[in-house]
């Protein structure tokens, strides 16, 4: 696709909404939308800071929300 390197959306503390009411969201601290991906950036400055199965579930609530059905004709 011609361009599409140059149309993207950066986005800083990205909300990512659990699936449900129950499940625990998340908000990488850095993420570039493309129309066909996305790339998601947790910064982490203290080991403390990060949960084992974070990563996991940013890419997997990127993966529910932000995918897109199309129509085929």
């Not at 950066?10 to 993420?31: H, I, M, S």
């Not at 939308?33 to 997997?60: F, M």
């Amino acid at each position: 696709m011609a361009g599409a390197a140059d149309e993207f959306v950066f986005v800083d503390e990205f909300e990512l909404r659990g699936r449900n009411d129950e499940e625990r969201g998340g908000a990488p601290d850095k993420v570039v939308l493309w129309p066909d991906r996305v790339w998601i950036n947790e910064l982490k400055t203290k080991a403390g800071s990060h949960r084992t199965s974070q990563l996991r579930l940013y890419l997997d609530l990127a993966h529910h929300h932000l995918t897109y059905l199309t129509e085929c004709r």
